[in-house]
């Protein structure tokens, strides 16, 4: 039984026998009648850094030749100096942190103090992140100064989704540490780590036929970022309305023949809303695609009782308003949880490896293993498998043309742009 402390009892105080000892390292039951104490999960200290900017102004060293040249200007100096810890010692800090999942330390998981509770991230504005307590009352919230200064790779350290340790009240409260997350989201936002919503089940991707129009490289890769991150992906095509279904239907197909569950809809008729309620019953779903495509609107035609604010596409330039300012958990009436996004004007992976880009296409995956070369890039090489299977109409083209982008760290901007 691993994690087992041979020690006292728990009711007695008694050592541990050494043959009850053994049978616990074995994995076998221990013996019936006796309570032993079990450890809590470890922690280790580790020396985190601070941002670059936490750094004193540096220390100038010319206050001895300054005084051999003009003495006599001594009252002009300051005759006091205030003692600090060099540039380097500043930007670094001991912390102690939870390492039970045994996969290495987040430095943004702190142990907590004493005195603290557990709460949900339902949404963050700016410094401030709105909590929900155990009891369902949502308590504003500021973060840690640690949290906030540790150097790490997250444009922020709290995202919609995050559970959290909270010292306060009712009223208000400071996050004191902030748990691993299960799954997470993410974008890559000049350099850093864009999470967009974290701890969710699904993730819901929602485009439109019209107004503006279906982008599918988009679809692609928000397809290969919830795949990294073990979610489960379901394309919705709103507006079913303004354009006949049948040109729908090769588009969808691509998809549908993958796995992918697609769902085709239309929030102003009802149209496909009964299957999609079916999808989102008792799962925490994330409403992620660019603006205009009317994922507010869909979410109010599933449940009324949201309200959420709407509004109308540019005639102009067929774009959206951004009337959906930052993400939001809301509850629904399917015993699960809406996590309402933000529109995406520009979604880029967050540390894709060029190489692993075959293997996140589902499609591809199984055609790349018969390439004749084991690093095939499936654009120039001879004997590709990939390509063979193009030319014969048994992957679509697009699916493959969008791979090679990825795998090619290019983005295409122009598709993405709103």
């Known amino acids: 039984m691993e994690g087992f402390v041979h020690g006292q009892s728990a009711d007695c ?3 541990l026998p050494e043959q009850d000892a053994r049978h616990a390292d074995r994995g076998n039951p221990l013996p019936s009648g006796r309570c032993y104490t079990f450890p809590m999960a470890r922690h280790r200290k580790i020396r985190i850094d601070f941002r670059k900017n936490r750094s004193t102004r540096r220390r100038g060293g010319d206050l001895t030749r300054s005084m051999d040249r ?6 002009a100096q300051p005759a006091t100096e205030r003692i600090s810890g060099k540039g380097e010692l500043t930007r670094r800090r001991t912390i102690v942190a939870a390492d039970s999942s045994g996969d290495g330390i987040d430095a943004l998981a702190t142990e907590p103090a004493a005195g603290t509770w557990r709460g949900q991230v339902m949404h963050v504005h700016g410094l401030d992140s709105f909590v929900r307590d155990p009891d369902g009352t949502v308590v504003r919230c500021t973060t840690r100064r640690i949290l906030r200064t540790v150097a790490t790779d997250h444009r922020h350290p709290v ?47 929602v485009g439109s036929a019209a107004l503006p129009g279906l982008k599918p490289g988009l679809v692609d890769r928000l397809l ?7 979610i489960r992906p379901l394309i919705c095509i709103n507006k079913l309305d303004l354009v006949p279904a049948a040109t729908l239907v090769p588009m969808a197909g691509v998809f549908a023949r993958m796995g992918y569950p697609v769902i085709l ?31 507010s609107s869909l979410l109010n035609a599933l449940d009324p009782g949201l309200a959420l604010p709407v509004a109308e596409v540019s005639r102009d330039n067929e774009k959206g308003r951004h009337t959906t300012t930052t993400a939001r958990l809301l509850p629904n009436r399917f015993g699960g949880w809406f996590a309402d996004t933000p529109g995406v004007r520009q979604f880029q992976l967050w540390e894709l490896v060029p190489a692993e880009a075959p293997a996140a296409f589902r499609d591809l995956r199984p055609l790349a293993n018969l390439c004749r070369f084991p690093d095939c890039t499936h654009t120039h090489e001879s004997e590709c498998a990939v390509k063979h299977a193009v030319a014969d109409g048994l992957l679509d083209t697009r699916r493959w043309q969008s791979c090679c982008q990825l795998a090619g760290a290019t983005e295409d901007a122009a598709e993405d742009e709103e």
């Open 13 to 15: 105080g008694t050592s």
């Open 224 to 230: 290969v970022a919830a795949e990294s991150s073990g």
């Open 70 to 75: 003009d003495p006599d200007h001594t009252d």
């Open 265 to 295: 809809c239309s929030a102003a008729t009802g149209v496909g809303l009964g299957r999609l309620a079916v999808e989102l019953t008792g799962r925490v779903t994330a409403v992620v695609g660019q603006s205009g495509v009317g994922k």
């Open 159 to 205: 995202a919609a989704g995050d559970w959290v340790r909270v010292r306060g009240d009712a009223t208000a409260g400071v996050i004191q540490a902030i748990e691993p997350r299960r799954t997470a989201l993410c974008r890559d936002s000049r350099g850093r780590r864009h999470v967009i919503v974290a701890n969710v089940e699904q993730v819901m991707i």
